[in-house]
Nanobody
Framework: QVQLVESGGGLVQPGGSLRLACATSGFISPYYAVGWFRQAPGKGREVVSAIGYNDANTYYPTSLKGRFTVSRDDPNNTVYLQMNSLKIEDTAVYFC?????????????????????WGQGTRVTVSS
């Protein structure tokens, strides 16, 4: 079955960097879009990035542009989220999610309801 496993979270000081990884397996189609979401304590889940089947199409909320970068390593079935200049307000549990397609579309999706497959999350804490 489809599995998504996040890794790379941890404790980092403000201004630091982390790279999260989302290892995917079990897809019956090689064409899938991935979204990264986060949920801070007491808040709802929000999208932080999304990437289509190829790297040509990506999405970031305006507030995160320039600090977060999503990429994918398809031969190794892994999608990455590079997070730089981290702020205390970036503290959250980060989830990756996937949506399969039967065609090589590079559409990106930014809503939770667009993604049927989710990982368990990795915790990121930004604190001095």
């Amino acid at each position: 079955q489809v599995q998504l496993v996040e890794s790379g979270g941890g404790l980092v000081q403000p201004g630091g960097s982390l790279r999260l990884a989302c290892a995917t397996s079990g897809f019956i189609s090689p064409y899938y879009a991935v979204g990264w979401f986060r949920q801070a304590p007491g808040k709802g889940r929000e999208v932080v990035s999304a990437i289509g089947y190829n790297d040509a199409n990506t999405y970031y909320p305006t507030s995160l542009k320039g600090r977060f970068t999503v990429s994918r390593d398809d031969p190794n079935n892994t999608v990455y989220l590079q997070m730089n200049s981290l702020k205390i307000e970036d503290t959250a549990v980060y989830f990756c999610a996937a949506r399969l397609s039967w065609t090589p579309t590079d559409d990106v999706y930014t809503e939770e309801r667009d993604y049927p497959y989710w990982g368990q999350g990795t915790r990121v804490t930004v604190s001095s």
